[in-house]
């Protein structure tokens, strides 16, 4: 092989290879463009678009405009005005600053520049073809500036011939000025797309007017709003769990003092406080803007600027994952139920009537006359009066007899029992001691009860006759009433029994299961399905985790094991023994890059694996801190297995008792999985379903 010397590249060959580091695709150029329009205080910014940019594009803003005596220099390779000395580089307060975007975007495309500052007399307009400047000249325009791009990469074929098809790469576009939009509320933004308006922005400085134009007023509503400071760093914007997952992270927008980034760092935080709230595979949407000082984070990372570092990364982490958490921390379960309907049901024709109606009693009674017949009045015209006065007293009777029979009942939980494994058969049989037998009290005492029949937590079965009434209890019986006819004589009574009722301070109502699976509760005017098995399962979680962060007793091993490490793990052992001592291992330096390890932690009355040693030190070594996914993992298999199951039937005081538990202890709304916990459906949603409103 023959040696070739070394040569100076040609300054075209240096500007072809500068723009592909720049302008890698149209929305590359356009964000490069859109940038310097922000930078220069525009306050309205169009961009137009033909063909995904591939044919043309336009940017144009009301900013401040390009001086006549700076124009030759705008196009040259790094020429800037934002920043002067290298220090800048440690402080960037601009969106723009290497000076690169228009020598690229011109390197490879025919741009037109037209431009004109406040109070000009007229503007100025340059056509640059290839980097190349071949015409200055005066023009009239507005104040600001607009460029126009035409056939991008069309002297690099090879580059040209990379590009996606023009409805991809205007995908790309699309979803650029969607950040855009998000990013800088103040602003209003026009994007046209092939002669179409996409997005429009009313730049009145409110994020959720920026949320509404993108996303639209349904899903505003359902977001969170996110707000506060911790470690030197302000958080505001809003997250989307539950429903609003989508299953990728393109909804996830991350805006650094106005600047748009991307941040493994930031994806993971988010990732980690919606956790539980979120179902495996989904991931949670977020408008989320980081408010910090300018020179703890480093934005000069790659010519893109979409990277970043930042100086103190687990203060960033954990800043961002308390404040999310914050956001509904104290939000009662019962208001964070999802939807059942999401679309409105088909309008129906209105049926036109032409036949006329013949009521049936009108029918037989002409029928009678005709044959001469006189109709009997006991049996055409019942006496309404009377037998509504016999239904009314039987509801009476039932009534008062339910509101003693709940005060009498005894509720056994299923989580007293200090053992928090136990099995779902035991409490099974446990639960059929769970009601007391009644006593029959002929005394007409005043009953009190806050109670109508049907929230009972208590089924019975009612036998009637003229002579004598007998009450049994029956947990799993059906309520049988008979006919109004045979009750004559007042029911016998329980004695009053003042015993505070579950439900007795809950502003909830229980109707009853269906499927043996979905609890119905009644809660003010909206109808609650709850899943039994989801609230058992994350009740359960609940008390296995708070059990696990209450025990940090760990495991001595029978015999020390002696594990070698790479330098950097013996390192990071060195420099965090007192943090693997607070996780539960016990290990002593044993020299030559060896450790000594004398005790792992206990999870669940289980010795964690040797193995999770070296996945603390890997954690370690990455600037985290020690988590617990594995535990938490492993506690979320435990719940579910011994969770109760979709299908299986539960006596009364057994539902009743998880619906408490979750009222009162104000649990997550999704189950470990992230599935919903209960979905609503609103009072005016079945009207409109059985089309008793029409809006």
């Known amino acids: 092989m023959s040696l070739k010397h070394i040569r100076q590249l040609s300054q075209d060959v240096i500007g072809q290879i500068a723009a592909g580091e720049v302008v890698e695709r149209p929305a590359a150029a356009i964000k490069e463009l859109v940038e310097n329009s922000m930078d220069a205080g525009a306050t309205a910014i169009t961009v137009e678009i033909r063909d995904g940019g591939l044919t043309s594009f336009r940017v144009v803003d009301n900013g401040s405009g ?65 980097g190349i400047i071949s015409e200055i000249k005066e023009a009239a325009c507005p104040e600001g500036t607009a460029f126009t791009v035409k056939d991008l990469f069309y002297n690099a074929p090879v580059r040209r011939k990379f590009m996606k098809k023009p409805s991809t790469e205007t995908g790309y576009v699309s979803d650029l000025m969607m950040r855009f939009i998000l990013s800088h509320p103040q602003i209003s933004f026009r994007y046209i797309a092939d002669g179409k308006t996409v997005y429009f922005s009313a730049g009145d400085g409110k994020l959720e007017s920026a949320v509404m134009s993108i996303y639209g007023l349904n899903t505003l509503g359902k977001l969170h709003r996110v707000s506060g400071h911790m470690n030197g760093l302000r958080l505001d914007g809003f997250v989307g769990i539950g429903e609003l997952a989508r299953g990728n992270r393109t909804h996830q927008t991350f805006i650094l003092n106005g600047r748009m980034i991307k941040s493994n760092l930031l994806t993971v935080s988010l990732e980690e406080a919606c956790r539980q709230r979120v179902m495996i595979g989904r991931f949670p949407i977020c ?53 059942l309907f999401d679309e409105k049901p088909a309008p129906v024709s209105p049926v036109k ?20 017949i006189k109709p009997d009045e006991s049996n055409t015209k019942p006496d ?50 769970l009601l007391p037998p009644l006593k029959i009290n002929t005394a007409n005492a005043p009953l009190k009860s ?11 079965n009612l036998a009637a006759n003229a002579e004598s009434t007998n009450l049994v209890s029956a947990p799993n019986s059906p309520v049988s009433i008979p006919a109004p006819k045979v009750v004559q004589e007042e029911i016998e009574q329980v004695t009053e029994q003042k015993i505070e009722s579950a439900f007795s301070k809950l502003s909830v109502r229980m109707i009853g299961v269906v499927f043996n699976t979905y609890i119905i509760l009644e809660c003010n005017d909206r109808m609650l399905l709850c899943d039994q098995h989801a609230v058992h399962e994350r009740l359960l979680f609940e008390r296995m985790l708070k059990a696990c962060e209450a025990d940090t007793a760990s495991q001595m091993l029978l015999t020390p094991l002696l594990i070698k490490l790479t330098h950097r793990e013996y390192e990071v052992f060195l420099d965090s023994q ?73 006596p009364e005081e057994g539902l009743f008792e998880l619906v408490r538990r979750m009222i009162t202890d104000n649990v997550t709304p999704t189950c470990p999985h992230g599935r919903p916990l209960i979905v609503e459906v609103t009072h005016r949603e079945l009207d409109k379903r059985f089309r008793r409103i029409q809006n």
């Open 578 to 650: 007192d943090a693997l001592h607070n996780a539960g291992f016990d290990a002593a330096d044993f020299g030559d890059l060896t450790v000594q390890l004398r005790a792992v932690p206990m999870v669940l009355g289980a010795a964690r694996s040797t193995d999770c040693f070296r996945d603390a030190l890997d954690e370690l070594a990455d600037g985290r801190q020690i988590t617990n996914q594995k535990r938490t993992e492993r506690i979320i298999q435990m719940a579910c297995k011994h969770a109760v199951k979709g299908g299986e039937k539960l």
């Open 287 to 339: 408008i989320l803007h980081l408010t910090m000082p300018f020179e703890q984070a480093d934005v000069n990372v790659h010519p893109n600027k979409w990277e970043v570092r930042f100086q103190n990364e687990l203060g960033i982490r954990e800043a961002v994952t308390t404040l999310i958490q914050d956001a509904w921390r104290d939000k009662p379960t019962l208001d964070t139920a999802e939807k």
């Open 450 to 460: 806050t109670f109508s029949p049907v929230e009972k937590p208590n089924s019975i």
């Open 384 to 433: 309404i009066k009377k037998e509504s006065a016999n239904v009314n007293n039987l509801h009476t009777t039932v009534h008062n007899i339910s509101n003693n029979i709940s005060d009498n009942i005894s509720h056994k939980s299923i989580f007293n029992n200090p053992n928090p494994l136990q099995s779902k058969q035991a409490y099974m049989h446990s639960s059929q001691e």
């Open 353 to 372: 009537i032409t036949t006329p109606i013949v009521s049936v009693q009108t029918s037989l009674q002409s029928s009678a006359t005709s044959n001469n």
């Open 66 to 130: 390009i001086q006549p005596s700076d124009i030759r220099l705008a196009f040259e390779r790094h020429a800037t005005s934002k920043i002067s000395t290298a220090d800048d580089l440690y402080s960037i307060q601009t969106l723009g600053f290497r000076g690169e975007a228009l020598a690229s975007i011109a390197a490879v495309s025919k741009l037109t520049c037209t431009t004109r500052t406040k109070n000009a007399d007229f503007g100025i307009s340059v056509q640059n073809n290839g």
